[in-house]
């Protein structure tokens, strides 16, 4: 008879799983080679808890990358009412980005190839509430930008992506104040066109 939990710890538990699997990438490891078995290991939970949570791991995914944008979007949100300009909220989202991944520094093992593995491992539903999220997002970055600057999705994609590259593990490529200067730069001057 499976045992039975209390609300109090299935929140407990399902957190326990959460931050184990978030352990998991801070130490190096890849999102698709965690196993379940070393997850129930960590969190000593029997593996039948595990899937009384989560169906499977790409679910523990899912959750974990849906957490990061839900908390991306209530920064936007926050940012936008109390910025003074668009270049002003964007420079603070930006900021804001950088801190991101001081905060939550398994987000950037869950990027690039990892993430497209990952993702394409997801069901059609978990790729779709994904892909939601990241379009509303968008949609608030653009809709407080839109009225004072020309700037593509596609450039700010990219240029967010190397901020947030420039302080991973101190191997800087760029540093983090040169590009967000550029950047500032660029926004100053209009330079960023829309494609």
């Known amino acids: 008879m499976p045992k039975k939990f209390s ?4 929140e407990k538990i399902r957190k326990t799983i959460l931050d184990e699997y ?20 960590k969190a000593n939970i029997a593996k039948g808890t595990f899937y009384f949570f989560f169906d499977n791991k790409e679910e523990l995914f899912l959750e974990v990358v849906m ?6 979007e209530k920064q936007i949100e926050q940012d936008k ?6 270049s002003v909220f964007l420079f603070d989202l930006l900021l804001y980005l950088k801190n991101v991944v001081k905060e939550y520094p398994w987000i950037i093992k869950i990027t690039g190839k990892e993430y497209s593995s990952m993702l394409n491992k997801l069901s059609v539903e978990g790729k779709n509430q994904i892909l939601s999220q990241k379009q509303l997002i968008w949609k608030k970055v653009n809709k407080s930008i839109a009225d004072d600057l020309v700037i593509s ?9 190397i901020l947030l590259l420039s302080i991973v593990d101190g191997d800087e490529v760029i540093s983090f104040d040169e590009a967000y200067r550029e950047l500032a730069s660029m926004i100053t001057n209009r330079s960023i066109r829309k494609e």
């Open 7 to 10: 609300d109090s710890d299935k």
């Open 22 to 41: 978030k352990k998991y990438l801070i130490n190096d490891e890849d999102a698709s080679k965690i196993s379940v078995d070393s997850l129930v290991k």
């Open 67 to 72: 957490e990061i944008l839900i908390v991306i």
């Open 81 to 86: 009412l109390s910025s003074s300009s668009s």
């Open 153 to 161: 999705k596609t450039v700010f994609q990219g240029l967010v992506s």
